[in-house]
């Protein structure tokens, strides 16, 4: 039996998600389940960069949702809607237009890389601000 065990993007990318590691360990020591981590969190956030990646911690978290939206539940969340959730002006439409393809590039790419196929049971951690990223990678 394979796990994989999954910290989508969003998450911070200056400590490790300790429930993944502990479960990882209690599924290998205590099971002797072979278990892995991934943190997709950490390759995106070298896709976009360490800087760009830091400002969206501190995001609105429901604009977070609204990027991966619609890679993750296939709705087509406007631009707007999303610069509006930010609170930012509109000169953003463009990074925000740019952040999300990239986000959605890189979930396409995480998913084929991964082969999620080759695990029997896939654990994708997340919280508010995760979701969608999380709903994403599970269908990619």
């Known amino acids: 039996m394979r796990v994989a ?13 300790c429930g993944l590691s502990t479960f990882k360990e209690i ?10 981590v991934f943190y997709p969190n950490i390759e995106f956030a070298k896709t976009i960069g360490y800087q760009l990646y830091g400002d969206l911690q501190t995001a609105d978290l429901t604009a977070l949702e609204l990027l991966a939206a619609r890679k993750g539940y296939g709705t087509n969340t406007s ?4 610069v509006e959730e930010l609170g930012s002006p509109t000169t953003l439409a463009l990074l925000i237009t740019t952040l999300r393809s990239n986000l959605e ?3 396409d790419q995480m998913s084929k890389d991964a082969c999620w196929g080759n695990y029997d049971i896939i654990g994708l951690s997340c919280r508010e ?12």
């Open 129 to 140: 601000g995760q979701v969608s990223c999380a709903m994403a990678l599970s269908t990619g």
């Open 27 to 36: 599924f290998t020591i205590h099971y002797g389940i072979d278990a892995k």
């Open 79 to 82: 631009i707007r809607d999303i």
């Open 105 to 107: 590039v890189f979930i």
């Open 5 to 17: 065990l999954i910290n989508p993007p969003f998450n911070s990318v200056t400590q490790p998600h």
